[in-house]
């Protein structure tokens, strides 16, 4: 079965302070791709980046950074020097390749709420 | 990447009755999908919409609750039927091929 999880439902920080918000996945498949999304609070969906399963290649843009382990199944997002405006729900999701449906597997979801 | 529009961005409904949300994509796409949004929670596949075929129905959703329709390549429609208080959600719509996916803004609708 595939499954993503999101083990931390909440996480508040203060403004600048660093956060990692983790991400767990499962499948047995050896071919995938994995996303992060923002939710802001207007809804829409911000996609942050997809990661495939080939490519552990850790990835920096900004003050967001990904470390992607798949000895650990783990998919992690790091803010670092967080901000207000980084206040949001995060998902992180699981795309299996290949795949005839497109189908997104998301996990619970991470509030970040950073306090200035 | 694909620029995705919603219409009605939200909606106030009354038990019972029926409401239909538009989708629009600035280019052609294969496949569209349709997800859901409960309160709180994270986000669900309803189906998959297929240009000129009948769209694909995950588990837990059916064609008579949430009738969809792909007219062409880059619209579609999701109608919730005989709304419940449970079907208070935001739905969006998602377009993509493997490895990319985007979503639209989302339509939020409270049925009372």
């Known amino acids: 079965a595939q499954k993503v999880t999101q083990a931390q439902t909440e996480i508040s920080v203060v403004e600048k302070e660093d956060v990692t918000l983790d991400c767990v996945y499962e499948?047995?498949?050896?071919?995938?791709?994995l996303f992060w999304y923002k939710q802001p609070p207007s809804g829409e969906l911000v996609f942050l980046i997809r990661?495939?399963?080939?490519?552990?290649q850790n990835e920096i843009s900004g003050r967001y950074s990904w470390n992607f382990q798949k000895s650990t199944s783990s998919f992690n997002f790091t803010i670092t020097a967080s901000q207000v405006v980084d206040s949001a729900v995060y998902f992180c999701?699981?795309?299996?390749?290949?795949?005839?449906?497109?189908?997104?597997?998301f996990g619970q979801g991470t509030t970040l709420q950073v306090k200035p | 990447s694909a620029v995705i529009s919603q219409k009605p961005s939200r909606d106030i409904c009354q038990r019972g009755t029926s409401l239909t949300i538009q989708c629009q994509v600035d280019?052609?796409?294969?496949?569209m999908f349709w997800y859901r949004q409960q309160p709180g929670q994270s986000l669900t596949l309803i189906a998959t919409?297929?240009?000129?075929?009948?769209?694909?129905?995950e588990s837990g959703f059916v064609i008579d609750k949430f009738p969809i329709s792909r007219p062409n390549l880059t619209f579609s429609t999701l109608t919730v039927s005989n709304m419940s208080p449970e079907d208070s959600s935001i739905y969006l719509c998602?377009?993509?091929?493997?490895?990319?996916?985007?979503f639209g803004p989302g339509t939020r609708l409270t049925v009372t």
């Open positions: 919409a297929n240009q000129g075929s009948e769209a694909t129905y």
């Open positions: 998602s377009v993509g091929s493997t490895g990319e996916q985007y």
């Open positions: 990661r495939n399963s080939f490519d552990e």
């Open positions: 499948t047995r498949d050896t071919t995938y791709y």
């Open positions: 280019s052609q796409v294969t496949m």
């Open positions: 999701a699981l795309h299996l390749r290949p795949s005839n449906t497109g189908k997104l597997i």
